[in-house]
């Protein structure tokens, strides 16, 4: 991911969100959302991982045309308590228009790559528990869930989560 991909990833995570958590998500959250509001939030981060701050790696997939479609984001994981050698993805989106094609499974295989170079050994994830599009396509990738849970709050709506992980 370059800087200039900034505004492609953010408008891909702001429809990708608003389509995948509607009737998840409070609606009043998913409209609150602004493609302005994650640009500058997405540049953040971005500047913060060129300076060395955070150890987070951005890809994308690119089409034919050089266009963004999806991105993905991997770091350590932050809270498991199994070692430095546990990964996490952080986000993994594709342009709404385009899930089904096999960008988000590309997508996966190289964060599973990138991985593999910083040394983790087993990746994690969270989903909405009610994202079942995501869960099922994760379970094809090889990941199970692993009883852990947690909820984070979404305009005064506690919305669940479940953790998956995956040997890689």
Known sequence: MTE???PAVSAIRVTGWQAAYDGIVPRSFLDGMT?????QQRRRHFDSSKEGTTSTTNLVAVDTHGRVVGWACLGRSGGDGTGAAVGELYALYVQ????????GRTLLDAVHAHARVRGFRLMLLWVLTDNTRARRFYERAGYTADG?????????????????????
């Open 148 to 168: 852990a849970v947690q909820a984070d709050d979404y305009d005064g709506v506690s919305v669940p989560e479940v953790r998956y992980r995956s040997v890689l």
């Open 4 to 6: 200039a991909d900034v």
């Open 35 to 39: 493609v302005e509001a994650d640009i």
């Open 96 to 103: 709404p228009s385009l899930v089904g094609t096999g960008i």
